[in-house]
């Protein structure tokens, strides 16, 4: 079982629509986790860190649940822009490694 | 503040020959780590170097790969006797300190071996 699942989509989605993802983690000792954005043959770049009590920047939103050892994202109001693959990562509190999913595609259509 | 760079951005290489990817990270940065991505996979952690120390080398292959970062200049990741698999995206991240740090992309070196 991988540490960080992620359903790897795509979503097809139209601009204005109201997407979730979702991401479960198998290491309970994960400490920290963070959804990044990946656009084609780019580099990963930090979208947001997850919190347990739940935050928002602007129209995302992400959530985690420790006891359940689930992690989401929703983006509210899709714009084209936000086509990209999602990164559920999960940071190993022994190890300082962050475990990446394998993404979930997004694709906005006008 | 630049953020962590690169270089080079693409390489290619004869199966064979060395390979030789730099990078520097941002400014104040004293944590480094390596990823790998291979086509249509997610990114693999290789190794978490501090400042001439290597903390963790556990996603390192045995053979052929090395890692270091001294006390001046980038870190660079050396890759021997290249062989096709080893075509792909390598990332490093740099964060400021260690405990749950957020870590910064650079832009990565995409490495083919033909």
């Known amino acids: 079982r991988k540490e960080v699942e992620q359903d790897p989509g795509p979503f097809n989605v139209p601009e204005g629509a109201t997407v979730a993802f979702n991401c479960t983690y198998s290491?309970?000792?994960?400490?920290?986790f963070f959804w990044y954005r990946q656009d084609c043959r780019k580099e990963p770049k930090l979208l947001m860190s997850v919190y347990s009590s739940g935050n928002e920047d602007g129209r995302f939103t992400a959530q985690l649940n420790r006891a359940s050892q689930y992690i989401s994202l929703l983006i509210r109001d899709s714009k084209l822009s936000d086509s990209a693959t999602y990164l559920c990562?999960?940071?190993?509190?022994?190890?300082?490694?962050?475990?990446f999913g394998t993404g979930t595609r997004l694709q906005v259509f006008p | 503040n630049a953020g962590v760079m690169q270089n080079p951005r693409h390489l290619v290489r004869r199966r064979g020959q060395e390979a030789r990817l730099r990078c520097s990270p941002m400014?104040?940065?004293?944590?480094v780590y390596w990823y790998r991505q291979l086509p249509e996979e997610g990114l693999k952690f290789m190794v978490y170097?501090?400042?001439?120390?290597?903390?963790?080398e556990s996603g390192m292959p045995k053979e052929r790969f090395s890692a270091e970062f001294p006390k001046e200049g980038p870190s660079i990741l050396r890759i021997q006797q290249v062989v096709r698999g080893d075509s792909a995206a390598y990332f490093c991240?740099?964060?400021?300190?260690?405990?749950?740090?957020?870590?910064?992309f650079g832009p990565g070196t995409r490495l083919t071996v033909t």
């Open positions: 400014k104040g940065h004293s944590h």
């Open positions: 990562v999960a940071l190993s509190y022994n190890t300082d490694k962050l475990i």
């Open positions: 170097l501090q400042k001439e120390n290597i903390i963790d």
């Open positions: 991240a740099s964060s400021p300190r260690r405990e749950g740090s957020e870590q910064y």
């Open positions: 290491n309970s000792a994960s400490q920290s």
